[in-house]
């Protein structure tokens, strides 16, 4: 009775709820109408620039740990070519010896060598141990010559140090030519006493050209030290752009340098799209406020509680589904912590480091295959079963920990079974002190399945993201045609009429021509489009997809090189397909095409292969745009060249609209494909490598026997409605496109109809209504704003039920056809249309006054 009573006062309280929620919407709709829209729009806005702010942010920061990362590049480098370059010097100073005779002449004789090998190297000398100039290599001054150090006292200082500290000292200096100079003064001992010197000067300019061959790319670097700058790369430091300062230490020298990145590598972190996304959320804000202030008042209540019950229903569906969702992963959990298999062992540790007791299970033979007395708790049976890569890695954990240098450790390796399988596992390792010393305990979990799980996440996630891409791209494709089908239907109707008119000898009639032509081109790109989004219909009939496979074959022959051959392997009664023949053939052109022209003119082979293949789901996971498909029996067809192949990155891109990597590529090529393959219920896989060729597999469902292609109602309907002339009663023409509106006014008033306008569905509702008998028939667009056209049909056949009603798209006439299933439409006229195809559809309509059939 209690658990009632709670139940009758949360429903009263829901009750009490929602009248309140009721009365504020009340009071809402009746306040300006300004104020929602304004706040959604400003809303929206806010929202995509705090994104782009974030995103922009997130950019800086990759930009600054880049230029970081790029300055432990340049002072490295800095470093290790410095040593590289005094190497030669180095080993050169080590051959003096000035009491040995002609050893003069042979260390100046090797120091000239040195310099000729050593481009940097601008001249080296060697002094006696009272620093008195010895020799001079080259002798003629060259940009630079070494002075006597007691002439320089800052030579003499770096000399003295060089001896007492027994290390090479280095010095900037500046030649006669103006040019910086890396001084090196290196100090001779034979028996620990100072025998002589060896100055070698550099470059500095060439010195960290050189070093700098290949880095830093994409950054300006400015080395200095205590006097100013000493070098700095090509191109200037950008305004707003993070340098990054650091101290490179060689040579008892201390160099300040500073890193800035270049503006390729600004453009590549700092992109377009925090702004692109501020603007679109503007644009998005102010459409969206615009929608909701026109949003009718009445309507908006009703479709409000409507939604609010829907929602209600749907939270309540979502909390009963959460609520067994977890229900379940807490049993699931439990069972599997219950079963899991864990290998558990302790080992004793007396105070001199001597393992004196073991216990160990037997799950660690069990995962490695070996039988249970293979393991004697010592480490050594462990480490034979480890894989060879990791065993030196866990002998030396062993060792910290048995020897109490470590109290604890959790690692991971890779244990190779006796089958030669390999499984991955995790340890853990405590220390529990004791009277006796120390106690080792230990569990190892096989974590294989837990590893292969994250790969296959990985997989999964790049797949949804593929899907998700494509569907987009469909998307937009399919609203792209339908706009550009409306602007074509402007153009080739208004050339036809210009066509028309022009006398035949006229010149312009060539350049029209070329117009229409084109604009039936457009018209070909625009079913490509709607190929590429899914909206294609497939028209169901039996094919044999070796027929078609030859057929394309023989067309493609006589346009490749005689040297690209065409074999042709068809396995023995391989099922028919249902579909669309049409456009297989367009899929097996495409694929032969793409083929010839990865072999190029230089002759290769293509091989073209029908066959059954039995899928499994692991092998479906495998392909592209196999998504919803189920293991089982396909078709394939299997297209391979002997080309160039293609790299990871050129493969991920193929599907995607207009993109090529031909010189004069064009077109949706293997995107239309996707969108076909995808109708029929198919997959892709792609195999290829760089240098090995490509071969592309399309999978395709066997049909059911017998499917045969039906007669559509508009084959069987008769032709003998006339419309042209008077008392034939008017056309009402509703078009939201006014070019589109314009030509059929002007085409349908030449034949003598009178026609009256509508822009949307609420007008032509409103016209029709006022004098529904005066209209013949009603030439009707499928998408318009404010009422569809299968809302506005619904409404006219309401008024007058006999009304003749054309439908006009840019779809395919099966696509368009099917939103209004048995509605009974007059006919069907597909954008783009000139003028003869629109009077023909209008006169293949029944007669006016002609009962509609039942």
Not at 1 to 21: L, Q, Y
Not at 51 to 60: F, I
Not at 509 to 522: E, F, G, P
Not at 664 to 677: Q, S
């Amino acid at each position: 009775m209690s658990s009632g009573k709670r139940e009758d006062r949360g429903i009263g309280h829901a009750e009490v709820d929602n009248s309140r929620f009721e009365a504020e919407f009340e009071i809402a709709e009746s306040r300006d109408g300004y104020a929602v829209p304004v706040l959604v729009g400003l809303s929206i806005f806010l929202v995509s620039l705090l994104a782009s702010t974030v995103l922009r942010n997130a950019e800086n920061r990759a930009l600054e740990a880049a230029t970081n990362s790029a300055l432990e590049t340049i002072t490295t480098e800095v470093e290790q070519g410095i040593d590289r370059q005094l190497y030669g010097v180095i080993t050169h100073a080590w051959r003096w010896d000035w009491d040995a005779g002609a050893a003069r002449e042979r260390w100046s004789e090797g120091a000239r060598t040195l310099i000729d090998q050593l481009p940097l190297l601008r001249a080296i000398a060697w002094l006696d141990d009272d620093f008195s100039l010895l020799v001079h290599e080259p002798q003629k001054d060259l940009g630079f010559k070494i002075s006597n150090p007691w002439e320089r006292e800052e030579i003499l200082e770096a000399l003295k140090m060089a001896s007492d500290k027994r290390r090479i000292i280095g010095l900037t200096a500046t030649g006669s030519d103006g040019e910086k100079v890396l001084m090196v003064h290196i100090a001779i001992h034979r028996q620990g006493v100072p025998t002589g010197f060896v100055i070698g000067a550099y470059g500095l300019d060439s010195l960290f050209t050189n070093i700098f061959v290949n880095e830093p790319a994409g950054f300006r670097v400015e080395i200095s030290d205590d006097m100013g700058p000493i070098w700095t790369s090509a191109g200037e430091t950008l305004a707003g752009v993070p340098v990054r300062y650091g101290n490179s230490s060689t040579l008892n020298m201390r160099w300040k340098i500073g890193v800035s990145p270049a503006a390729e590598i600004v453009a590549t972190y700092l992109t377009w799209l925090p702004v692109a996304m501020a603007v679109g959320g503007g644009f998005v804000g102010l459409l969206t406020g615009i929608a909701l202030f026109m949003v009718v008042d009445g309507r908006r209540k009703a479709r409000w509680l409507e939604s609010t019950n829907t929602r209600l229903v749907e939270e309540m569906a979502l909390r009963d589904e959460a609520e067994k969702g977890r229900s379940a992963a807490e049993s699931e959990l439990n069972e599997t912590l219950n079963s899991l298999p864990v290998h558990v062992w302790s080992s004793t540790v007396s105070t001199d480091g001597e393992l004196t007791s073991r216990r160990i299970s037997n799950v660690l033979a069990q995962i490695s295959g070996r039988p249970e007395d293979f393991f004697d708790g010592h480490p050594e049976s462990w480490l034979e079963v480890t894989h060879p890569e990791d065993r030196q890695r866990l002998a030396e954990m062993v060792l910290e920990i048995v020897s109490g240098r470590r109290e604890s450790a959790d690692f991971e390796y890779r244990l190779v079974r006796s089958d030669g399988s390999i499984r991955y596992m995790s340890d853990s390792v405590r220390t529990t002190h004791v009277g006796t010393g120390r106690r080792l305990d230990g569990v190892g979990r096989d974590i294989t399945e837990m590893k292969e799980g994250e790969e296959e996440r990985r997989r999964l996630e790049a797949r949804f993201q593929q899907a998700q891409k494509l569907e987009s791209l469909g998307v937009l494709a399919g609203g792209i045609a339908h706009d550009f089908n409306n602007l074509l239907v402007a153009m080739l109707g208004h050339a036809r009429l210009a066509d028309d008119d022009l006398p035949e000898d006229s010149p312009i009639r060539r350049n029209l021509q070329s117009v229409i032509k084109a604009a039936r081109q457009a018209g070909e790109l625009c079913g490509q489009m709607l190929a590429y989004a899914g909206k294609v219909p497939i028209v169901t009939d039996t094919v044999e997809l070796e027929e078609i496979v030859k057929e394309m074959g023989e067309l493609l022959r006589a346009s490749i090189p005689s040297s690209t051959f065409i074999r042709y392997a068809f396995d023995k009664e391989v099922p028919c397909l249902s579909g669309d023949a049409s456009q297989i053939r367009q899929v097996a052109l495409n694929l032969l095409t793409n083929a010839s022209e990865a072999i190029g003119d230089g002759g290769g082979e293509i091989a073209l292969m029908v066959q059954t293949l039995e899928c499994s789901t692991e092998m479906l996971s495998e392909m592209d745009f196999s998504e919803g498909l189920e293991p089982g029996n396909y078709v394939v067809l299997r297209v391979s060249d002997t080309g160039e192949g293609m790299d990871e990155v050129t493969r991920k891109k193929i599907f995607e609209p207009f993109y090529s990597t031909k010189f004069a590529g064009r077109g949706l090529g293997l995107a239309a494909v996707v969108g076909i393959v995808r109708a029929h219920g198919g997959g892709i896989q792609i195999e290829t490598e760089p240098g090995r060729g490509t071969s592309i597999s399309i999978l395709f469902p066997p049909s059911a026997a017998g499917a045969k292609k039906e007669a559509s109602a508009d084959e069987e309907r008769p032709n003998d409605w006339q419309g042209q002339g008077q008392g034939q009663g008017k056309v009402l023409l509703v078009e939201d496109e006014e070019s589109a509106r314009e030509l059929a006014r002007i085409v349908l008033e030449r034949a003598g109809i009178e026609v009256i306008e509508a822009v949307d569905g609420i007008e032509a509702l409103a016209i029709f209504a006022a004098d529904p008998e005066t209209f013949s028939c009603v030439l009707l667009d499928l998408t318009m704003p404010n009422l569809d056209g299968v809302e506005t049909y619904s409404r006219l056949r309401a008024i007058r039920p006999d009304i003749q009603v054309v439908l006009c798209s840019g779809f395919p006439e099966q696509a368009a056809m099917s939103r209004f299933a048995d509605l009974g439409l007059a006919g069907f006229l597909k954008k783009p249309y000139d003028p003869d195809e629109l009077l023909s559809c209008l006169q293949g309509l029944r007669r006016p006054g002609e009962n509609v059939p039942s």
